[in-house]
T-cell receptor, first 111, second 113 residues
């Protein structure tokens, strides 16, 4: 079972920041927080991941609380192409570890 | 260049048939996976292979048999197809031994009639 809880859906105006929350209160010390998204019926796409420090890349920023029990994915300037289901996943250190997907958050970016 | 490719993209077949789905990655990754996404959109791991060896089999019926002829390929053969096998199957790959992201293929939509 997924170890994360996310709101089922969110709306965001185009050009505004989209802030997607995730709760992972049972996360272990060596587990990372990963974010993936699935646009329509395409294959899931990796966005970002982190352990305890905030992370930023060209797609998004990841803010992890100090107690690591929750995190927020930030898309700084959402576009219509960011409409997708966003999955927050807690996963162990090993690169062999399969991802356990929950239900995710369906983000709708509105013009 | 496509990183992870799957063939075919669509597969329609009748119950009882045997079919295969092929997956290839050109990323030089060590680990490959098969995931299944059912009609309710839940994505679930089926198999994981590392360097051609099976490392995870998540209680998948033995009608499903993955085959990895080399590190770059992981094929999925399904015997005696059932209606409940209808789903989208995604192949993925990653480097091994660390916190590396997984790259997914475009999916194969299997419809069993």
């Amino acid at each position: 079972d997924a170890k994360t809880t996310q709101p089922p859906s969110m709306d965001c105006a185009e050009g505004r920041a989209a802030n997607l929350p995730c709760n992972h209160s049972t996360i272990s010390g060596n587990e990372y927080v990963y974010w993936y998204r699935q646009i329509h019926s395409q294959g899931p796409q990796y966005i970002i991941h982190g352990l305890k420090n905030n992370e930023t890349n060209e797609m998004a920023s990841l803010i992890i609380t100090e107690d690591r029990k929750s995190s927020t994915l930030i898309l700084p300037h959402a576009t219509l192409r960011d409409t997708a289901v966003y999955y927050c996943i807690v996963s162990g250190y090993s690169g062999n570890t399969p991802l356990v997907f929950g239900k995710g958050t369906r983000l709708s970016v509105i013009a | 260049d496509t990183a992870v490719s799957q063939t075919p993209k669509y597969l329609v077949t009748q119950m009882g048939n045997d079919k295969s789905i092929k997956c290839e990655q050109n990323l030089g990754h060590d680990t490959m996976y098969w995931y299944k996404q059912d009609s309710k959109k839940f994505l679930k791991i089926m198999f994981s292979y590392n360097n051609k060896e099976l490392i995870i089999n998540e209680t998948v019926p033995n009608r499903f048999s993955p085959k990895s002829p080399d590190k770059a390929h992981l094929n999925l053969h399904i015997n005696s197809l059932e209606l409940g096998d209808s789903a989208v199957y995604f192949c993925a790959s990653s480097l091994a031994g660390g916190n590396y992201e997984q790259y997914f293929g475009p999916g194969t939509r299997l419809t069993v009639t």
